[in-house]
């Protein structure tokens, strides 16, 4: 499936934006601290994924036949959106909102990159690994920054844990990226792969959000909160991350969203009042860089010929 170089840059601008979106996330879900990051997890992913399902369920019910054809394919992306909403939230629960989405988001386009190359075959181009080796970099610095700033203030959270959980949800995120762009890549239209996807991850998570929501109708604030997290973030976030991927490769798109982490930064600075360190900024910078070094097409030199 190609694209062209209008529907890549349109694919890019839409993983932008989905990135910012998923940036505010931590942000604000510090708005509702009696509702336990399982909780949140839940009603984000869950209802966002279900709603997703309803505006699909049109084509979903026309491509039944394709989807259970690919039924190992679809298990896989349900059962990593299911799963990678609760590591996502625990990680930062325990790390801290900056650290649990550096390790998350940070660690996906190296896990799609690998998923691409084992399971596909797919090449890793040169400017693909330097690309994300300066994302890397960006993340570690600002992950670094950001655990010094939490020692410094004797607030140092459960950080191996943290860390853990959020190599799950890295995981899981470039393992449902690679599901739903497997769906599209075999004629199954964007909107019905992202639906079908998510919708059966969004049934998974209802059992958890069942068990442990109640805190959410607990104020009218909690209840705001989820509300947010699960059409805002999610079910629009999501909507663009699925108009992406039927333009963009996955790694490419996962690799994007390290944009995520330094929108988090900001705005845990900006509005919850965290610090971060110079070395913390240089690691944004860093991540701004790699963004633009991967998705600016490069100018090819005019192949000189002799008369």
Known sequence: MTSSPAERLLGILAVVFASVLWGSTGTAATFAPQVSPLAIGAVAMGIGGLLQAVIAARGILRHRRALTLHWRILLTGGLSVGIYPLAFYASMHLAGVTVGTVISIGSAPLLSALIEYWLEGQRLTRRWMTGAAIGVAGMVLLCLAESSS??????????????????????????????????MQRSVPSRVSMGATFGLGGLLLMPVLFVTGAPLLASWNNAAVGAYMALIPMFTGYVCFGYALARIPASLATTITLLEPAVAAVLAVLIVGERLPAMGWTGIGLVVACLIFITVPLRRRPVLTSA
């Open 150 to 183: 939490h020692a410094l203030s004797g607030q140092q959270p459960h950080a191996l844990a943290g860390m853990a959980f959020g190599l799950v949800a890295g995981l899981t995120y470039a393992l449902y990226a690679w599901a739903a762009r497997q769906l």
